[in-house]
C-alpha cells in the first residue's frame, strides 16, 4: 500500500505563488500520479499529472502556463509549482497515485489519494 501526503498550501494574494509537495511512501504506485482541487459546491478535477511514468504530462487550460508540476524520485515526492494565483485557484489541492485509463475513456482513474490541503487567494 501507500500514503500520499500534501504539505505547502497557504494563503496568498492575486498573483503569488506558491509550491505543493506531495511525500508518498511507496514509489511502487508512483509511476501515474496527479493533482487535484476541488472548489466548494463543484466537482473534483484533475489539473495536472504525471502519466505514464512522466512520460505523459497533462495540465487543465485553466491552469497551463502558470502552474508546473515535477518529482523528485530521490525524495517519493512530486510538487506542484503554482504562479499568478487567481481568486478561482482557492480550492483544496489533492495528489493521487496508482492511475490508469480505462479502455476508451479520456480521464485517468486513481487509486489512492492524500487528504488535501488548502490553498485560498485573495483578491
Known amino acids: 500500500q501507500v500514503e500520499f501526503v500534501e504539505s505547502g498550501g497557504g494563503s496568498v494574494q492575486t498573483g503569488g505563488s506558491l509550491q505543493l509537495s506531495c511525500h508518498y511512501t511507496?514509489?511502487?504506485?508512483?509511476?501515474?500520479m496527479g493533482w487535484f482541487r476541488q472548489a466548494p459546491g463543484k466537482e473534483r478535477e484533475e489539473i495536472a499529472g504525471?502519466?505514464?511514468?512522466?512520460?505523459?504530462?497533462y495540465y487543465d487550460d485553466s491552469v497551463r502556463g502558470r502552474f508546473t508540476i515535477s518529482r523528485d524520485t530521490t525524495r517519493n515526492t512530486m510538487y506542484l509549482q503554482m504562479n499568478d494565483l487567481r481568486p478561482e485557484d482557492t480550492a483544496m489541492y489533492y495528489c493521487?497515485?496508482?492511475?490508469?485509463?480505462?479502455?476508451?475513456?479520456?480521464?485517468?482513474?486513481?487509486?489512492?489519494w492524500g487528504h488535501g490541503t488548502q490553498v485560498t487567494v485573495s483578491s
Open positions: 493521487a497515485g496508482d492511475c490508469w485509463r480505462p479502455r476508451g475513456a479520456t480521464r485517468y482513474s486513481y487509486n489512492f
Open positions: 504525471l502519466h505514464d511514468g512522466g512520460g505523459s504530462i
Open positions: 511507496n514509489p511502487g504506485y508512483a509511476y501515474c
